[in-house]
């Protein structure tokens, strides 16, 4: 069976993966984090109005072209336009985000402006049209999409929607996520170890990933090698979830029931990876959710979720997913690689003493050790033919997203 790319991989996932329909409505001081589920429009134009960018003096270009000395008409301030008559051969003082007052071409700011004691002003230079004025509609029209479906609601999105006057937004549900681990050598975290058990790291990593991903977390715990009692979790946790998460149970010799209870329960696909680590992965559907199976060394399990499980749930949310950034960085020593698969070695980049962009790794790299991801900001991304790269060679790097950040 030949090896699958992560292009392939995610390209079978995505096509088959069906987009969100179950929306609610919230108030928007309550849709943190949310993904907003249709295009949203502005009902005002913003500035609703002709506004000043400046502290100073509006001007009418035709004023200054007879004299650059004029008596101030008045004042116009935030929130408290100018009223009175504004007769010719004079300025209004107005304040910045003030209305600008009508038949005003410009606005001088008020360093360029020599105060009389008459109380008329000079300018010291002839301002351009439309100097210093805000117009109408300048930052958003009426009309405008201001948001496109699918996305994140933040910091910077939602108090756009408060400048706009809107109060709720539709959001797409959370989507429900069961978390499982399989092995009768794992232990929950707090427990002592008896000989040969390890710490089940691999689901207690996954819900944090899951909870910064926005997720309803349903944790069914550690399975047994037990047939009759894998069968049992597997369809409640499906029954309850739109997604559910394993890790272990779908490497090559591993128990042979894993695989006869989730054909049992949908149709899986068992795949052969060309990363490293991450070779062994499974997905597809069970009766009622989506399944996807992490393998069973803990950075292997990271690696594969970050990579294929991230862009899943993505789909499955509604988020219109970007890829984490990747850019061009200078090896700091010499890396080993062998060619026949896509490797993500941890690293960490930095801007060295010449400005460029470089970049180590760290620690070992086998995908049973998971200390490296602790000091590491990046994955080093080798090409799946590449071999060995010398320290000096250009090499891709992946920036960590939230996520791991």
């Given amino acids: 069976m030949s090896l699958l790319s992560l292009e392939q991989a995610l390209e079978q996932m995505l096509s088959v993966l069906p987009s969100p329909t179950k929306t609610e409505t919230l108030a928007i001081h309550q849709a943190a984090n949310r993904i907003?589920?249709?295009?949203?429009?502005?009902?005002?134009?913003?500035p609703s109005f002709d506004n000043s960018a400046m502290d100073g003096y509006a001007v009418r270009l035709a004023d200054l072209a007879?004299?650059?000395?004029?008596?101030?008409?008045?004042?116009?301030?935030?929130?408290?336009?100018?009223?009175?008559?504004?007769?010719?051969?004079?300025?209004?003082?107005?304040m910045t985000g003030a209305v600008i007052p009508e038949g005003a071409d410009a606005v001088v700011m008020q360093e360029e402006v020599n105060v009389n004691a008459?109380?008329?002003?000079?300018?010291?230079?002839?301002?351009?049209?439309?100097?210093?004025?805000?117009?109408?509609?300048?930052?958003?029209?009426?009309?405008?999409v201001v948001l496109k479906a699918g996305t994140k609601l933040n910091a910077v999105s939602l108090p756009l929607l408060a400048s706009l006057g809107i109060a709720e937004v539709d959001v797409f549900t959370p989507l429900k996520v069961a978390v499982?681990?399989?092995g009768d050598e794992l232990v929950p975290v707090g427990q002592p170890l008896k000989q040969g058990q390890i710490y089940d790291t691999n689901r207690?990593?996954?819900?944090?990933?899951?909870?910064?991903?926005?997720c309803d977390v349903l944790d069914f715990g550690i399975l047994p090698d037990n047939q009759a009692e894998f069968e049992k979790a597997f369809l409640a946790a499906q029954e309850q979830a739109d997604l559910v998460i394993t890790s272990g149970g779908?490497?090559?010799?591993?128990?042979?029931?894993?695989?006869?209870?989730?054909?049992k329960v949908g149709q899986i696909n068992f795949w052969k990876l060309a990363i490293k680590p991450g070779k062994p992965f499974a997905?597809?559907?069970?009766?009622?959710?989506?399944?996807?199976?992490?393998p069973g060394n803990p950075v292997s399990a990271l690696v594969t979720f970050y990579q294929l499980v991230q862009p899943v749930i993505a789909k499955l949310s509604g988020l219109t997913y970007s890829q984490p950034a990747r850019l061009q960085a200078v090896a700091?020593?010499?890396l080993k690689k062998s060619p026949g698969r896509l490797d993500f070695q941890r690293g960490f980049y930095h801007v060295n003493e010449n400005g460029q962009l470089q970049v180590q790794p760290v620690g070992f790299q086998g995908s049973h050790l998971f200390s490296s991801f602790v000091k590491s900001n990046c994955f080093i991304v080798l090409e799946r033919e590449r071999g060995n790269v010398e320290a000096g060679e250009t090499v891709t790097i992946e920036l960590f997203n939230e996520l791991l950040a």
Avoid: Y
Wanted: proline share 3%; net charge positive.
């Fill in 36 to 46: 907003c589920a249709k295009d949203m429009i502005s009902p005002i134009n913003v």
């Fill in 66 to 94: 007879q004299s650059m000395t004029l008596f101030v008409a008045g004042k116009s301030f935030a929130g408290k336009p100018f009223e009175g008559e504004w007769k010719a051969q004079s300025a209004v003082r107005i």
């Fill in 118 to 144: 008459d109380g008329s002003v000079t300018f010291t230079t002839l301002p351009k049209s439309g100097q210093n004025i805000r117009r109408i509609g300048e930052d958003v029209k009426q009309g405008d």
């Fill in 180 to 182: 499982l681990s399989t």
């Fill in 204 to 214: 207690f990593a996954v819900k944090l990933m899951l909870e910064k991903l926005h």
């Fill in 250 to 263: 779908v490497s090559v010799g591993e128990a042979d029931f894993t695989k006869t209870v989730l054909e």
């Fill in 283 to 294: 997905f597809g559907r069970l009766n009622n959710a989506w399944f996807c199976g992490l």
């Fill in 332 to 334: 700091a020593t010499k």
